[in-house]
DNA sequence: AGGGCCAGTGTAAACGTTTACCTTGTGAAT
DNA sequence: ATTCACAAGGTAAACGTTTACACTGGCCCT
């Protein structure tokens, strides 16, 4: 149908051999000769078929990229990262939406692999006893893993100390007088960051002789979470002032939640996300959150594969810091007075790189 | 390498013919024969090459993705939207983005079409004049644009009403008694929808009698307005009391810069968006904008290009329906009361469906 | 003069599928 | 008993590349 390289080599009076040699720079070709095949090219309008070219090389340029959901701009954010440092390395991206969902997470890597991606990249809910690892790790395709906690060896992961993290958030909870904590966050079955972080969290409270903190799971795409919100919060006397979320959409999904039942941030309740994600700078009050590296985190991932994939050894877990961001959804506990209390500096705080 | 449908043959004591019947049921095989057949796919861990079929039958089941930036929302949510659409008709997405910039479109393109994708659905700077569409008009692979203005003939577009929303937005600015208008825009070169909304708002503005608004460019990805948002409330006396922003990304970054200028939304600024982005909703001020349903866009250019791939017509212009949602950026001109100004009801209008 | 080397090119066999075309066996219809 | 139809399966030729291997001249060495 399309015009094949057959159709350049007869036009060009040559053979195919040539014309591939020329295309891939394998082997020298004569200046007049590649002359001639470059005009060829150019009138017969030839586009190499990469179908093609993957069968026999048995390498696709393709690369997976498996992730929960596009919603959460964190994602989309490391998926833009994954793909400008890939790009460059002549890779296009193949991509599955897992959806949160175990069996989505299988079905979207059997896929990928069907399509014989050379790589790939993936956030997964767990990595320990995970069947969509399982499956990579018995198909001998590489690949590297973005915000999980690393806990396969071996495994190449990228990701930020999540359950230090989650202490900080806790101590700076603390310093501002805080004394009834509580934790809203997705699934922990379908999160295993979520899951440190709330260690993190629970041990930076007790380390500061609090209560232990309430935790609340929720669905990761819920958005009205005012009946979750009216049980949390119902016992006026042992409601939470501060409320630490698992990631940022459901820090403004709370904010708003909490707006709605008549509890104001940060005068009655202070509110704490998590990932950075860039509106939240934006918003009023401005979130305070930890600010995770996403875009960085992706490229770093995609570096980590690309290596690998050029002859590298699979690199051990990757720390990259994090950043304590404050904001306006914080404030002092227990001073019910109209005039917004002003957060001690608190910006810009350095995570810890690896071990 | 790995195990081909030769080894499953072989195991199963079977040509590879029968094999590749069961694969894809295209012609009835024993049951017997099949079960031997399963079990040896079980036992030898076969999983089909894709892209061996794909040489084949020339059809890759991979549709090609090609929108300016995944920041955006909005794309996000669009190609959440195509992804789930077309993942049930066995498809799967390969991405391309071009940054705004009509060169990487065509790089874009050009690298999806070597891969021989089955179809695209994009968003281009400007379809018309547009040498990636060209190219793909040329290929003669079936495509979709979103969000794009209907411009060329014969080609799927799914999209609103640009040019009346922006109307809509000068009409609400002008029933809270702005009478100096400004818009701030994405550079209309490379968005030929920021140009439609542009050309409404202007229609509207003058519709009502006043002055034509002042029109401000900036970079899409530029994240510091300060000095432009500067020199447009310089003249103290013809500054604007009312902005239309041709994105809401673009319009947190102007409520961001003008906060550090000073004014406050909506008492001394009123500021509306476009897109509809959930974060909007979340913010306070709550922004008001012009509520495109992005994800269905997605989903119907989706099922107009499978439409297509399966031997439909190629369908006109799609005008999906846009909705105008109030929000807290907008209040009354030149009121300075420091009591917020309680917007008239306006919610939720429906917008006009293709003629 | 003969050999060796190298640049430049051609030939043809893969890569993993699908599918047009054949072959066989079986049962029903004549 | 012959024919026919049909279900079930096999054979082998594609699909568009890459690449191992072979070949040809020309040049440089001795």
Redesign the interface.
């Known amino acids: ?1 399309s015009v094949t390289i057959r159709d350049v080599a007869a036009y060009a009076d040559v053979s195919v051999a040539t014309v591939s040699r020329l295309l891939n720079g394998s082997k020298a070709v004569r200046t007049e000769t590649a002359e001639r095949i470059h005009q060829a090219i150019e009138i017969l ?1 030839f ?6 070219r ?2 026999k090389t ?1 390498r ?1 340029m ?1 690369l997976g ?1 498996v992730i929960p ?3 959460n ?1 964190v994602f ?2 490391t ?2 990262g994954i ?1 400008t440092e890939t ?1 460059q390395e002549g890779y ?6 897992s959806g949160y969902d175990a069996d989505d997470e299988i079905r979207a890597v ?7 991606v050379d790589g790939l990249v993936l956030t997964v809910v767990n990595p320990e006893r995970n069947a969509a690892l399982d499956l990579l790790d ?2 001998g395709v590489p690949y590297a893993l973005v915000y999980n906690q690393p806990s396969r060896p071996g495994t190449t992961t990228v990701t930020v100390d999540n359950e230090t993290a989650g202490r900080m958030v806790a101590e700076s909870f603390a310093s501002f007088g805080h004394h009834r904590l509580a934790m809203i966050s997705g699934r922990f079955s379908a999160s295993d960051r979520a899951s440190a972080r709330r260690d993190g969290f629970l041990a930076g409270a007790r380390a500061r002789g609090l209560a232990d903190p309430v935790v609340l799971e929720v669905d990761f795409d819920s958005h009205d979470l005012e009946g979750a919100l009216a049980s949390l919060f119902a016992p006026e006397a042992g409601a939470p002032s501060a409320v630490f979320c698992s990631n940022d959409m459901l820090a ?2 709370v ?2 939640g909490l ?1 709605r039942l008549g509890l104001r941030v940060p005068e009655d309740v202070s509110v704490f996300g998590f990932d950075g994600i ?2 939240g ?5 401005t979130l305070a959150t930890v600010v995770q590296p996403s875009r960085e985190m992706g490229r770093e991932a995609a570096r980590q594969l690309v290596g690998r994939l050029n002859g590298g050894l699979p690199a051990g877990p990757v720390i990259l810091p994090y950043t304590l961001r404050s904001g306006e959804t914080v404030g002092n506990a227990c001073q019910p007075s109209p005039t917004v209390s002003r957060a001690p500096d608190h910006s810009v705080q350095q995570g810890k790189h690896a071990p």
């Open positions: 149908m309008g586009r190499p078929n990469i179908v093609g993957s069968l048995s696709t393709m990229v959901s596009l919603a701009p989309a954010d998926v833009s793909e790009r296009t991206l193949l991509f599955g939406v059997e896929a990928l692999l069907r399509y014989r018995a198909s403004i999904s904010i708003g707006g860039a509106v700078a934006h918003m009023h009050p």
